[in-house]
Every structure is written in C-alpha cells, then in structure tokens.
T-cell receptor, first 117, second 116 residues
C-alpha cells in the first residue's frame, strides 16, 4: 500500500513571499500520479497542480510549481508571491496507474497554510 | 458544466433514521467516488464506481450503502449510523480515459453529516 507523508502540520508566510510545502511518499510502483489539492474553509477540494511520475520535468501552474524527485520519493510544492487567497489546507495526494484509471486518491495529513498580511 | 453537485449541504440524523446523500455530475465521467473526511483530517476513500459498477469498497461498514443508478448520479444510503460517522462526505468524479489531462478528480462541495 502507498503512504503519503506531510511533515509540516502548519506553515506561515508573509504575503508576497515564497513558501514551500513538503511531501514524501512511499510506493513500489514505477508509474503513478501525484497531486496537490487545496481545501479552503469553504471545504471545496480544488486541484492545484498534477505531476505524472514518468515525466522528469517539474510541473508548473502560474505561481505554483513542484520539485519532483522520483528517486527520493519527494514532491514539494512551491508557492511564489503568496496571496491571501492561498490560505487553506493543502493536501498532497497519490494515485496509482495500475487500477485502470479508476483508483482513488491516497492523501497526506495536510499542511495548514496561513498567509500573514 | 464542469462541476460536481452534492445534496444536501448539511444533514442531521438520528441513529435510527434512514437518509441518502446525492451526488451528480454531467461531465461524462464514468468513475465516481465517495470519500469521508473527519475534522482536521484528510479524506479517506470509501467507494469507487467505474462504469456504474462498484469496483472498490474500502471495507466500509454495511450501514453505508452506495448506489450508482446511472452514469451521472451517485447515491450513498445511510442507515443505523453511529455518532462517530459524523463527518464531511465528499463525492468526486474523474474521466476514465487515459491521458495526462484526464487524471484530475473533480470534487463536490460535500455534505456535512451530523449523527445524534
């Protein structure tokens, strides 16, 4: 079974600064997908960024980028120019490819991100 | 239409009640999911439906009974629940076609369930 570990229960950053959230995972599979989801107090889970394990290039989406280190099984999220709207719980998630496309997500425990104005 | 809707938003029920949660999507997704999320915890997978057939049941107690009557609709029937079942119940859907753009699970806003 796969496990996802987020070692930072809470992080705080000044508005406009950069913050990095860490995530490690454990798997014996060679092909899989990794995600960062954001869950604000409104509780809607929103996809922030995705990474396919077979791609060496790190994914980027505007102010969000990842540092994917497959050998180290590490998948950190960098948020640049932090904004007040970034305040939320951030979950790192893993999905296997083996299930034919319908497997569920395995989530880490989450990191609560606080943005200081 | 790129959203997953869930009704009701909030539900309070007694331990002897029978109630149902409803999830709907019109994105043509053929994989649908139920997750349970306790306060300050990550979502935990309960059930997966693929092409309207139950493909994964994560050892969920039988007091939770899922149903997928068609490709757009997913229900979760609740009966004889316990107070510890109080949680946010999230529904999600995903395309089943392969391809990097088809990996995202789209989540609904959830139903906040309280069992008295």
């Amino acid at each position: 079974a796969q496990t996802v570990t987020q070692s930072q229960p809470e992080m705080s950053v000044q508005e406009a600064e950069t913050v990095t959230l860490s995530c490690t995972y454990d798997t014996s599979e060679s092909d899989y997908y990794l995600f960062w989801y954001k869950q604000p107090p409104s509780r809607q889970m929103i996809l922030v960024i995705r990474q396919e394990a077979y791609k060496q290039q790190n994914a980027t989406e505007n102010r969000f980028s990842v540092n994917f280190q497959k050998a180290a099984k590490s998948f950190s999220l960098k948020i640049s120019d932090s904004q007040l709207g970034d305040a939320a719980m951030y979950f790192c998630a893993y999905r296997s490819v083996a299930g034919g496309g319908a497997d569920g997500l395995t989530f880490g425990k989450g990191t609560h991100l606080i943005i200081q104005p | 239409d790129t959203e997953v809707t869930q009704t009701p938003k909030h539900l309070v029920m007694g331990m002897t009640n029978k109630k149902s949660l409803k999830c709907e999507q019109h994105m043509g997704h053929r994989a649908m999911y139920w997750y349970k999320q306790k306060a300050k915890k990550p979502p935990e997978l309960m059930f997966v439906y693929s092409y309207e057939k139950l493909s994964i049941n994560e050892s969920v107690p039988s007091r939770f009974s899922p149903e997928c009557p068609n490709s757009s609709l997913l229900n979760l029937h609740l009966h004889a629940l316990q107070p510890e079942d109080s949680a946010l119940y999230l529904c999600a859907s995903k395309p089943t076609l392969r391809g990097s753009r088809n990996n995202e699970q789209f989540f609904g806003p959830g139903t906040r369930l309280t069992v008295l």
